[in-house]
């Protein structure tokens, strides 16, 4: 078969600027965010600029999660962007959309604070979207937004959506599994490859990922049994804003590869060039997002990005302190008079404690490299690198060899010998977070896949 070439950009979340980002209750819930907000259609415009002169492939695909949260004129802006992209390059683009692109109560801040501008109907998007993969399918399924587009001669992409109509984020029902399962079938009779994308991850990006309900497909056991023991060993997914490369196999002893790009406005801000080399062999490389115009205060864009991931999870400690309420409600804990009292000093504790004295809090002794390092410093790091794949905290290196013995000594915590994945597996909490501070499997980042 001919070599084939694609790019792939997920979780743009286009915001339309003009329906306002600003303002101090815009600035407070910022404090509570991984990704930008005003700053999106700035950072979308520079990455489709980059895309129209990129050319190594002219086909792009667009993971999900298009819009900001479904502002109709979000939507009907990106909708144009897109027009004018395609025919500017003369590119092929791909869509799926998710649950960020049609919403009846988007949010947007002006002078007045937080209101609600129109949003998007779920059977508003086959309009806005439809010169986008739905048009020249050679099948579609309306009911899902769903479809199957030959991408060349020899290769089809199945494209595969679970948010419809009133339902987000749900499990895959038989009536739908059965049309892909169909959909598999037929590419495999017809003698192309198939390779699939969706929005939501299929495996958990780090194994920690794994607990949180909202990370993966909902029982994706099921589609991945039924994509992979029907020809279909690789998927592309976005959501987590998080970068990610992961394999599985089946029980009848299939492969199957999830991979999974970082949102294109929020750290770690990333695309996917890919080349299918033959039916066998895949390489993936991640082009950084590019520069992009905004006030950044002197930073680099990937600076800025990064000050508002760190923003996210230092606001949280600090909070702890000085807001314990407001702490209490963002990780869903109900605030009691005792706590109330609890988490300042908690909080004021934390602030000023070190890896070292943390590490003999739990009896174990820090690594003399990072000892006096700041604790909330080096949680923000490994929290991101989470985040970031190829996580540096591996078994020889300081912060992995202590994290390690953090790890081991609370596995014996009797809450933690009893944990289960969202899917409902037990997890080892040893096992589960060393891999999930330490990249052992494959690069994150470029990588050479085989399928089979
Ligand atoms: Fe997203
Ligand atoms: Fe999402």
Not at 36 to 52: G, P, V
Not at 162 to 188: C, M, P, R, S, V
Not at 397 to 412: E, N, Q
Request: charged residues 25%.
């Amino acid at each position: 078969m001919n070599p084939l070439k694609f790019y792939l950009i997920t979780d743009t979340h286009y915001f339309k600027n003009s329906l306002g980002a600003y303002g101090e209750a815009y600035e407070d819930f910022m404090d509570g965010e991984q990704k930008c907000f005003a700053e999106t259609q700035a950072i979308d415009e520079a990455a489709f600029a980059w895309l129209e002169k990129a050319d190594e492939a002219d086909i792009l695909l667009i993971a999900g999660d298009l819009s900001f949260n479904g502002e109709k004129e979000s939507n009907e802006a990106f909708s144009k962007l897109l027009h004018e992209f395609k025919e500017k390059s003369g590119k092929r683009v791909y869509v799926v959309t998710a649950g960020h692109d049609f919403n009846d109560n988007p949010f947007a801040f002006n002078e007045n604070g937080r209101y609600t501008p129109e949003g998007t109907k779920f059977s508003e998007l086959y309009d806005l979207y439809r010169d986008f993969g739905y048009d020249d399918a050679i099948a579609f399924n309306r009911e899902h937004l769903s479809y199957v587009a030959e991408l060349s001669d020899d290769v089809r992409l199945l494209v595969i959506c679970n948010d419809i109509d009133g339902k987000k984020h749900i499990t895959y029902d038989d009536e739908f599994l059965g049309w892909i399962e169909a959909q598999a079938k037929q590419a495999q009779a017809d003698g192309k490859m198939m390779i699939a994308m969706e929005h939501y991850p299929v495996l958990p990006g780090q194994p920690i990922l794994g607990l949180i309900g909202d990370a993966t497909q909902a029982e994706s056991g099921k589609l991945i049994d039924t994509l992979a023991d029907n020809g279909v060993h690789l998927i592309f997914t976005g959501h987590m804003h998080n970068q990610s490369i992961n394999v599985v196999e089946t029980a009848k002893g299939n492969k199957f590869y999830d991979v999974c790009t970082g949102s294109a406005i929020g750290w770690p801000a990333f695309m996917r060039l890919v080349t299918i080399t033959d039916e066998e062999t895949v390489d993936v490389k991640s082009i950084p997002i590019p520069e992009f115009e905004w006030d950044k205060k002197g930073l680099s864009g990937e600076e800025y990005l990064i000050a508002q991931f760190d923003r996210l999870i230092k606001t949280l400690i600090e909070r702890m302190e000085t807001d314990p309420e407001r702490f209490m409600r963002k990780v869903s804990i109900k605030p009691t008079p005792l706590l109330m009292k609890v988490f300042p000093k908690i909080g004021r504790k934390l602030s000023k404690m070190t890896v070292g004295k943390f590490a003999r809090l739990v009896f174990v002794k820090a690594d003399p490299q990072i000892k006096n390092d700041s604790l909330v410093e080096f949680a923000v790091s490994f929290v991101r690198s989470i985040f970031e794949g190829n996580q540096p905290y591996v078994e020889g290196t300081p912060g992995g060899d202590t994290l390690l013995r953090v790890f081991r000594r609370l596995s014996h915590l009797p809450p933690l010998k009893k944990l289960k994945s969202s899917q409902g597996e037990p997890l080892d909490f040893y096992e589960t977070m060393k891999h999930t501070v330490g990249n052992y499997g494959i690069d994150d980042y470029n990588a050479v896949l085989k399928l089979k």
